[in-house]
């Protein structure tokens, strides 16, 4: 209920001009603007009864504010919540992959709840389907000069330090792959304050035409964006889940024939899959069939993988030199396989010629999180886990080590088995490993040579992988313009 401005709950007054309604939750005054004359803003006007009798009631389009309903008509057409109109760089579900009814089991019993056979079963396909992989990837621990300042600032926090020791890292690997150069286009996914797009750009100094897009599903505060005023960077935010982007759909890439280096730090599980799809069938297979007639009829949301894939290509370049790559490489820092899905992970076929299917990836994917979580008294399991899901593909505030989660605890005692602590970081680690191998073949099927490697130590991070992929035959991504 409200309280007024003399509410013993209160600490002082509200600021002038600001509304007297005393917020017990936040422990402060609202801090809307008022109208003349009045104490409250609209939203608690009814609360303190100093309005009218006129109603207010639940805005259809977000529940989280109010309008008059005699007012409703008109704040539909400028409430920020209603649909706006999509860009031509969004066809819906064109990265999601196709889906597969069949394979989808409709109902899977949580993991706590198998019996010790079942989960003995599975953790024997697992082993199974990891012999003969490397465990111990190779170190890639690097740093880059562009981050020393930065890195030894006195001013930072262990939370700063480990967010700019990542960043470093990432940008030494780009460096080293030779992919930090002028002439190119750097997508960001996931890119939340796009820190890491803001220190490629002071890496490469004065590099010629060189264009950054970044990409992120929400709108994001505090944005770094401000300070790059650099005549030969140009910055463009697309504010688009990752599923429904068409690369080459964006003018500088359609126009510009700038190769494109695919980025990202700590790319939340399935958001990983999509931007792999968006690099290696939306944009680059467009480029290798150019010659086809681009669809004609008008886009469907119910399309076919035929019409999807010639969508990808309409709109580019004919008279693109063979020797180009369109990819130029991929680096992506890996994170929360436990949040992949089925439908989307672009690894479908190796799990398949392993005998494996949809049933044992969600198992798979929800295990994966023991590396991660496997040291904390916990059940990890879906059923016994309370979210509080963050908004961005990718926050530079959070850790994604426990993939955004709060973890409650049920008591290690609900798995089967009683598995030890070690036994399942063990498993953990496998089900990371196995998942990455997928993602692994895929690029090498669509012409790449990826890579797994560690980029930081786990004290730093626990999701410390990289991928990493070049085109095959290609030695530098320098363009041919």
């Keep these: 209920m409200a309280t007024s401005a003399t509410s013993p709950h209160a600490t002082g007054f509200p600021a002038e001009g600001r509304c007297g309604y005393y917020v017990e939750k936040k422990k402060r005054f609202c801090r809307m603007v008022v109208a003349a004359g009045k104490r409250f803003c609209g939203e608690h006007a009814g609360a303190a009864e100093e309005e009218d009798a006129r109603k207010r009631i639940l805005c259809p389009l977000d529940p989280k504010h109010t309008v008059y309903e005699d007012q409703l008509a008109k704040h539909l057409k400028k409430c920020n919540s209603r649909e706006k109109p999509k860009p031509d760089f969004y066809i819906q579900d ?15 019993v949580p993991i706590s709840s198998l019996s010790e056979e079942q989960l003995e079963k599975l953790i024997k396909k697992l082993r199974k389907a990891s012999e003969g992989l490397n465990s111990t990837l190779k170190d890639h621990v690097m740093s880059h000069p562009a981050l020393h300042n930065a890195l030894n600032d006195p001013k930072n926090g262990d939370s700063a330090t480990k967010h700019l020791k990542q960043q470093a890292s ?41 264009h950054f897009i970044l990409v992120e599903k929400v709108t994001t505060r505090f944005k770094v964006d401000g300070k790059h005023r650099k ?60 010659n086809e007639e681009p669809l004609a009829k008008r886009i469907k949301n119910d399309k076919t993988e035929k019409e999807i894939y010639t969508l990808a290509k309409e709109g580019n370049e004919k008279n693109v030199p063979e020797e180009w790559n369109p990819v130029a490489g991929i680096v992506i820092a890996l994170c929360c396989h436990h ?143």
Aim: glycine fraction near 8%; aromatic fraction near 8%.
């Design 94 to 108: 064109i990265n999601a992959g196709l889906k597969d009814e069949t394979e989808i089991p409709e109902q899977l």
């Design 170 to 210: 990432i940008l030494g690997n780009i460096e080293k792959l030779k992919l930090l150069g002028p002439r190119r286009c750097f997508v960001e996914f996931g890119a939340g304050k796009g820190k890491l797009s803001h220190w490629v750009d002071i890496a490469l100094k004065d590099a010629e035409k060189v």
């Design 231 to 290: 005549k030969n960077s140009v910055f463009e935010r697309l504010q688009i889940d990752i599923q429904h982007l068409c690369l080459n759909k964006i003018p500088v890439l359609r126009e510009g024939k700038l190769p494109v280096v695919g980025i990202g730090k700590h790319l939340c599980g399935v958001a990983t899959d999509l931007a792999l799809r968006c690099l290696v069938e939306t944009y680059a297979a467009s480029f290798e069939e150019r």
């Design 339 to 481: 949040r992949c899905d089925w439908r989307h992970y672009v690894g479908k076929e190796y799990f398949r010629a392993l005998g494996l299917g949809a049933v044992e990836f969600h198992y798979f994917q929800r295990m994966s999180s023991w590396a991660t979580c496997g040291m904390r008294k916990t059940s990890l399991e879906a059923s016994n886990i309370t979210t509080k899901r963050q908004d961005n593909q990718n926050d530079d505030s959070e850790e994604h080590d426990d993939g955004g989660y709060r973890i409650t605890d049920d008591g290690a005692d609900n798995l089967p088995g009683l598995l030890s602590i070690e036994e399942k970081k063990k498993i953990g680690h496998l089900c990371k490993l196995l998942i990455d191998q997928g993602r692994i073949q895929y690029l090498q099927q669509k012409g790449f040579s990826p890579a797994l490697q560690y980029y930081t130590d786990p004290l730093v991070s626990l999701e410390n992988v990289l991928l990493t992929a070049l085109p095959n035959h290609s030695s530098s991504p320098e363009t041919t313009a």
